[in-house]
């Protein structure tokens, strides 16, 4: 929600999302009760394409992720938030 109001309506906004999935999927993380480190996207080998979809009038942000899944493949999926 911050990158959207920070840059909406800029062309950083994509890139800014897709930097941060990449960061999920990439930069472990160390969980304080197990101490094993881990990261939060553990199955994501690659990510693709992000797209932002925003609607003024409905109030609806529709993000558009191409992921490259361990052990299923190239995978697409479009997540609708209510603003």
Known sequence: MEYYQAFR?????ESLL???????AA???TDSTSAQAFTP????NR???IGVDDDDMSHVLTIHVELDVEGVGSRG????IRL
């Open 41 to 44: 996207l553990q199955c994501v």
């Open 27 to 29: 930069i472990p993380y």
């Open 77 to 80: 999926q479009t997540v609708t």
């Open 47 to 49: 990510v693709g394409k």
């Open 18 to 24: 897709k930097l941060d999935v990449v960061r999920l």
């Open 9 to 13: 309506g800029s062309p950083w906004l």
